[in-house]
């Protein structure tokens, strides 16, 4: 997010060189602006105002407005980090709901977080890496803190330990 | 050969000269660079201490006076940098830029104003300037070969400030490499959220670390006017607190090496008007632009890393902003 | 009105205004001191500089120079750059445009000369600042030291180049020979002649439409196009443009080419407008110039000609004092390009917490 921008120029970032955005040397206010609205209204940014500096909104807003830019775009890989540090309860529940959609859709998703539960409840596997080497990978489904805890602390013996593991 | 041997200390002597400016300048870059404040306005802290020195020394007839005043009016700039750069954490480039212009245009209307010539002061007598000084025994060392020449030329007969510019890079070298405010200085520079951390505060460091700067810098400008000239002439800088700056680069924020960088660009200045219409065989006329240019080519070549590497403090141009 | 409506009102208006005002009262506090009646003073200088054609003329002449260094200096600071080159920029730029003029068939048409002169201007602009601007990128110098270094290879390269080169035989002047007649700008009293109307003479040349027209044009690069968005996003954040896939290292030397080939247009006023021929110093003080009217126009084109054209009326108002008043020279301008630069630049968040906590104050219930 770039703070000095308003949002839908904060909307449009990565995107500026898209065709549809572009007509010759112009870029299209009007629309990068109507595409702002619109993503805004889809993951409920308030308040719905394009011209608004992005600085001046809430941090949950700043954080859905991120997440609307990535999620509309319909991406077939998408690495999401910390999607909902800072948002309100609400707000949580959409956007982990959004990220069950898209999965859903057959996307791929990588979820980076420090919230565990967060971890256990959306995601199908689970990579748990220590010191820059991958510790363990276990199903979401089978997970538990403990191992999970274990595996973050790298203090597992061997893979046989961890029950239901699966490398 | 004793032409050429004459000439080389005579271009020497020019060169230690040229020199004083550039070291004080310098060294004030140093203080403020370390602390983690850039200083652009070094140029225009020499012209505002030039002017009010040779003002005052007209005025009140002794240079002293003018030392004292030269020092106060740089003094002030430092702090309308630091009040700017510190205190309200504005760019310190374009607080620096605002010093060196609000410097060329004050020193001319106050001229104009007070002795109703613009861009000039009236000329100092001997006995408001300072003289050289002649050391005792050269008579005597006359009798001695190369060593009397050196003695009479390079070594005797220059005015305190020169004595008191090659004294103050050792002192500032311990000060900044000896003493608890030194290590505060560097750190200040290079990290000032650890000072903070320490209980130390950053802006006050910082104050103080300008405040030398601009006492420095004065001295620097009153040579200039009323020791090196017996006036003050529009610009009469010339660039030199540029120069200063490259120098500081050149000699990577080290006093010593700074001074070596300060002495080296001073001698192609004085060896830039000896090398004038002279034709080097084999090569021609070298163009004097082209000597005159070299201090910021030679700046430019070690920026680009090409020679060393100049790495600033860490900190340099960034306000302190303290995290709540 | 919400706080985020005053927020924007106090940093958008409020405060420029407030030290635009304040760089006013300080030039007022010089004139006092040096004893002279400012507000005489005010009356003499825009009396000089709008009271009468001529004067009109030369006003807008100088705001001409600053509408080009400023934008100069405001297309760099949107990319996060400070461009103090803007004087060596536009000193080499004027090269540019005179090699042309010098040198090309004289029996070729203004059509084609004109066009090539100002090209000749842009690209020598734009080549004096593209080695800062790859050091910078590539090489991380810090572009304010080296275009500093570059405004003093520029003025030892142009002496050379007049003393050694350009100088024509027997003159004892570093100035080139005039420039062929094709590439001289009209000047604006001559145009409005050939209509039937009658204006005083003045240097107000065709450059002001040349100013304007790039004014217009860096309006829309930088809002209205993909480019001048990226350069606007390396300035914001530079860690943002590159998540958003922008190259930083393009966009510094791409913007400094710019931004150079902007200040290299000085040439195309001066030279091809008033003097037909190129001289030492013709730049002197416009590059500085730009970097107040950038800071007074708030980066803004907009702003960029307001403020030029105040610049140009202390510019030639500040000639009239110096005619009419015997304690004040015409460096008064300086002084207030000082002033001006510190104040709308080095503290302009001088006013910013004290209108804060009166005007928009946090609201307690939220």
């Given at each position: 997010?770039i703070?000095?921008?308003?949002?839908s120029?904060t909307a449009?970032?990565g995107?500026h060189?898209?065709?549809?955005?572009?007509?010759?040397?112009?870029?299209?206010r009007?629309?990068v602006?109507?595409?702002?609205?619109?993503?805004?209204?889809?993951?409920?940014?308030?308040?719905?105002?394009?011209?608004?500096?992005?600085s001046?909104?809430?941090?949950g807003?700043q954080?859905k407005?991120?997440l609307?830019?990535e999620?509309?775009?319909d991406?077939?890989?998408?690495?999401?980090?910390q999607?909902?540090r800072?948002?309100?309860i609400g707000?949580?529940?959409?956007i982990?709901k959004?990220?069950?959609?898209m999965?859903?859709?057959?996307?791929?998703?990588?979820l980076?977080?420090v919230?565990?539960?967060e971890?256990?409840?959306l995601?199908?596997r689970?990579?748990?890496m220590?010191d820059?080497e991958?510790?363990?990978t276990?199903?979401?489904?089978?997970a538990?803190?403990a191992t999970?805890?274990?595996?973050m602390a790298?203090?597992?013996?061997?893979?046989?330990?961890?029950?239901?593991?699966?490398l | 050969m004793s032409?050429?041997f004459?000439?080389?200390?005579l271009?020497l002597?020019?060169?230690?000269?040229?020199?004083v400016p550039?070291?004080?300048a310098?060294?004030a870059?140093?203080?403020?660079?370390?602390s983690?404040?850039v200083?652009?306005?070094?140029?225009?802290?020499?012209l505002m201490s030039?002017?009010?020195?040779?003002?005052a020394?007209v005025?009140?007839?002794?240079p002293?006076?003018?030392?004292?005043a030269g020092?106060?009016?740089s003094?002030v700039?430092?702090?309308v940098?630091g009040?700017?750069?510190?205190?309200?954490?504005g760019?310190?480039?374009v607080?620096g830029?605002a010093?060196?212009?609000?410097a060329?245009g004050?020193?001319m209307?106050l001229s104009l104003?007070?002795?109703k010539k613009?861009?000039?002061?009236?000329?100092?007598?001997?006995?408001?300037r300072?003289?050289?000084?002649?050391?005792?025994?050269?008579e005597?060392?006359?009798?001695?070969p190369?060593?009397?020449v050196?003695?009479?030329?390079?070594?005797s007969g220059?005015?305190?400030?020169?004595?008191?510019?090659?004294?103050i890079?050792p002192?500032?070298?311990?000060?900044?490499?000896?003493?608890?405010?030194?290590l505060?200085?560097?750190?200040?520079?290079?990290?000032?959220?650890a000072?903070?951390t320490a209980g130390l505060?950053?802006?006050?460091?910082r104050?103080k670390?300008?405040?030398?700067?601009?006492?420095?810098?004065?001295?620097?400008?009153?040579?200039?006017s009323?020791?090196y000239?017996?006036?003050?002439v529009?610009?009469?800088?010339a660039g030199?607190g540029f120069?200063a700056l490259a120098?500081?680069i050149f000699?990577?924020?080290?006093?010593?090496?700074?001074?070596?960088?300060?002495?080296?660009?001073?001698?192609?200045d004085?060896?830039?008007?000896?090398?004038?219409?002279?034709?080097?065989?084999?090569i021609g006329?070298i163009?004097v632009?082209?000597?005159?240019?070299?201090?910021?080519i030679l700046?430019i070549?070690?920026l680009?890393?090409f020679?060393g590497?100049?790495?600033?403090?860490?900190?340099?141009?960034?306000?302190y902003?303290k995290?709540? | 009105?919400?706080?985020e409506?005053r927020?924007?009102?106090?940093n958008?208006?409020?405060?420029?205004?407030?030290?635009v005002?304040?760089?006013?009262?300080?030039?007022?506090?010089?004139f006092?001191?040096i004893?002279?009646?400012?507000?005489?003073a005010?009356?003499i200088?825009?009396?000089?500089?709008?009271g009468?054609?001529?004067?009109?003329?030369?006003?807008l002449?100088?705001?001409?120079n600053?509408?080009?260094t400023g934008?100069?200096v405001?297309v760099?600071?949107?990319?996060?750059l400070?461009n103090?080159?803007?004087?060596?920029q536009?000193?080499v730029?004027?090269?540019?445009?005179?090699?042309?003029?010098l040198?090309?068939n004289?029996?070729l048409s203004a059509w084609?000369?004109?066009?090539?002169?100002?090209s000749?201007?842009?690209?020598?602009?734009?080549?004096?600042?593209?080695?800062?601007?790859y050091?910078q990128a590539?090489?991380g110098?810090h572009?304010?030291?080296?275009t500093?270094?570059f405004n003093f290879?520029?003025s030892a390269?142009?002496v050379y180049?007049?003393?050694?080169v350009?100088?024509?035989?027997?003159?004892?002047?570093p100035?080139?020979?005039d420039?062929?007649?094709?590439?001289?700008?009209?000047?604006?009293?001559?145009?409005?002649?050939?209509f039937?109307?009658?204006?005083a003479?003045?240097p107000?040349?065709?450059?002001i439409l040349?100013?304007l027209?790039?004014?217009g044009?860096?309006?829309?690069?930088?809002?209205?196009t993909?480019w001048?968005?990226?350069?606007?996003?390396?300035?914001?954040?530079?860690?943002?443009a590159i998540?958003?896939?922008?190259?930083?290292?393009?966009?510094?030397?791409?913007t400094?080419?710019i931004?150079g080939?902007?200040?290299?247009l000085?040439?195309?006023?001066?030279?091809?407008g008033v003097?037909?021929?190129?001289?030492?110093?013709f730049n002197?003080?416009?590059?500085?110039?730009?970097?107040?009217?950038a800071?007074?126009?708030?980066n803004?084109?907009?702003?960029?000609l307001?403020?030029?054209f105040?610049f140009?009326?202390l510019?030639?108002?500040?000639?009239e004092?110096?005619?009419?008043?015997?304690?004040?020279?015409?460096?008064?301008v300086v002084?207030?390009?000082g002033?001006?630069?510190?104040?709308?630049g080095?503290l302009?968040y001088l006013?910013r917490?004290?209108l804060?906590r009166?005007?928009?104050?946090?609201e307690a219930?939220?």
């Amino acid at each position: 997010m770039i703070a000095e921008f308003n949002a839908s120029e904060t909307a449009l970032l990565g995107y500026h060189n898209d065709k549809n955005m572009n007509q010759g040397v112009w870029l299209k206010r009007a629309l990068v602006k109507a595409n702002c609205e619109s993503i805004m209204e889809a993951f409920d940014v308030r308040p719905i105002n394009p011209n608004l500096m992005s600085s001046n909104f809430s941090g949950g807003n700043q954080q859905k407005l991120i997440l609307a830019r990535e999620f509309e775009r319909d991406p077939e890989v998408l690495i999401i980090g910390q999607p909902t540090r800072g948002v309100d309860i609400g707000a949580i529940e959409f956007i982990r709901k959004r990220i069950i959609d898209m999965r859903d859709a057959g996307k791929a998703i990588i979820l980076i977080s420090v919230e565990l539960e967060e971890i256990m409840s959306l995601s199908d596997r689970i990579i748990v890496m220590c010191d820059g080497e991958i510790t363990g990978t276990v199903n979401g489904d089978d997970a538990d803190e403990a191992t999970l805890g274990m595996m973050m602390a790298n203090a597992l013996q061997s893979d046989d330990e961890l029950k239901g593991a699966t490398l | 050969m004793s032409d050429i041997f004459l000439s080389t200390v005579l271009t020497l002597d020019a060169s230690v000269r040229v020199c004083v400016p550039l070291i004080f300048a310098s060294m004030a870059g140093l203080f403020a660079e370390r602390s983690g404040v850039v200083d652009i306005g070094l140029e225009g802290k020499l012209l505002m201490s030039a002017f009010i020195a040779a003002s005052a020394a007209v005025v009140f007839g002794s240079p002293w006076i003018g030392l004292l005043a030269g020092i106060f009016a740089s003094s002030v700039l430092a702090m309308v940098h630091g009040f700017a750069s510190i205190t309200y954490k504005g760019n310190q480039i374009v607080s620096g830029v605002a010093i060196n212009i609000l410097a060329a245009g004050l020193t001319m209307i106050l001229s104009l104003a007070w002795f109703k010539k613009a861009g000039i002061t009236p000329t100092l007598k001997n006995d408001q300037r300072f003289l050289s000084i002649d050391f005792p025994g050269l008579e005597l060392m006359d009798h001695i070969p190369i060593l009397g020449v050196i003695y009479r030329e390079l070594i005797s007969g220059h005015n305190i400030l020169v004595y008191l510019a090659f004294a103050i890079v050792p002192m500032v070298w311990w000060v900044v490499y000896r003493t608890r405010f030194g290590l505060r200085l560097r750190a200040v520079g290079e990290n000032p959220k650890a000072v903070d951390t320490a209980g130390l505060s950053v802006e006050s460091l910082r104050y103080k670390a300008l405040l030398i700067g601009g006492i420095l810098c004065g001295i620097g400008g009153v040579y200039l006017s009323t020791a090196y000239n017996a006036q003050f002439v529009k610009d009469m800088t010339a660039g030199s607190g540029f120069i200063a700056l490259a120098a500081l680069i050149f000699g990577k924020w080290h006093p010593y090496k700074v001074l070596a960088a300060c002495f080296l660009f001073a001698f192609l200045d004085a060896i830039s008007i000896r090398l004038q219409g002279i034709i080097i065989p084999g090569i021609g006329e070298i163009p004097v632009q082209l000597i005159e240019a070299t201090p910021y080519i030679l700046t430019i070549i070690l920026l680009a890393g090409f020679i060393g590497k100049a790495v600033p403090p860490k900190a340099s141009a960034q306000p302190y902003i303290k995290e709540l | 009105m919400t706080r985020e409506r005053r927020l924007s009102w106090i940093n958008g208006l409020l405060l420029p205004f407030l030290n635009v005002l304040t760089a006013f009262i300080a030039t007022a506090i010089v004139f006092v001191l040096i004893g002279v009646d400012p507000i005489k003073a005010t009356k003499i200088l825009i009396y000089g500089a709008l009271g009468y054609d001529e004067g009109l003329g030369y006003t807008l002449y100088y705001a001409t120079n600053f509408v080009f260094t400023g934008l100069a200096v405001a297309v760099a600071f949107h990319a996060g750059l400070f461009n103090i080159g803007g004087e060596g920029q536009a000193y080499v730029g004027g090269l540019g445009t005179a090699l042309v003029a010098l040198y090309l068939n004289p029996a070729l048409s203004a059509w084609v000369v004109i066009p090539l002169a100002i090209s000749g201007g842009l690209l020598f602009g734009a080549l004096w600042a593209i080695i800062p601007a790859y050091l910078q990128a590539y090489r991380g110098s810090h572009i304010v030291i080296t275009t500093i270094m570059f405004n003093f290879l520029a003025s030892a390269l142009m002496v050379y180049v007049l003393v050694n080169v350009l100088r024509e035989v027997g003159e004892m002047s570093p100035e080139s020979g005039d420039f062929i007649k094709a590439s001289w700008l009209p000047f604006v009293h001559d145009v409005f002649a050939s209509f039937g109307y009658k204006i005083a003479k003045s240097p107000l040349n065709l450059s002001i439409l040349v100013a304007l027209f790039f004014s217009g044009l860096v309006w829309f690069f930088l809002w209205h196009t993909r480019w001048g968005y990226a350069i606007r996003a390396v300035g914001k954040s530079n860690d943002a443009a590159i998540y958003g896939g922008i190259n930083p290292k393009k966009i510094i030397v791409i913007t400094m080419c710019i931004s150079g080939a902007l200040a290299g247009l000085v040439g195309i006023n001066e030279l091809m407008g008033v003097q037909h021929r190129l001289f030492l110093n013709f730049n002197f003080g416009y590059g500085f110039g730009g970097i107040a009217v950038a800071l007074m126009g708030r980066n803004h084109p907009v702003g960029i000609l307001i403020a030029a054209f105040l610049f140009g009326i202390l510019y030639q108002g500040g000639a009239e004092l110096d005619f009419e008043l015997q304690n004040v020279s015409r460096d008064i301008v300086v002084v207030m390009q000082g002033l001006v630069i510190l104040f709308c630049g080095g503290l302009e968040y001088l006013y910013r917490p004290i209108l804060i906590r009166f005007l928009a104050p946090i609201e307690a219930t939220e």
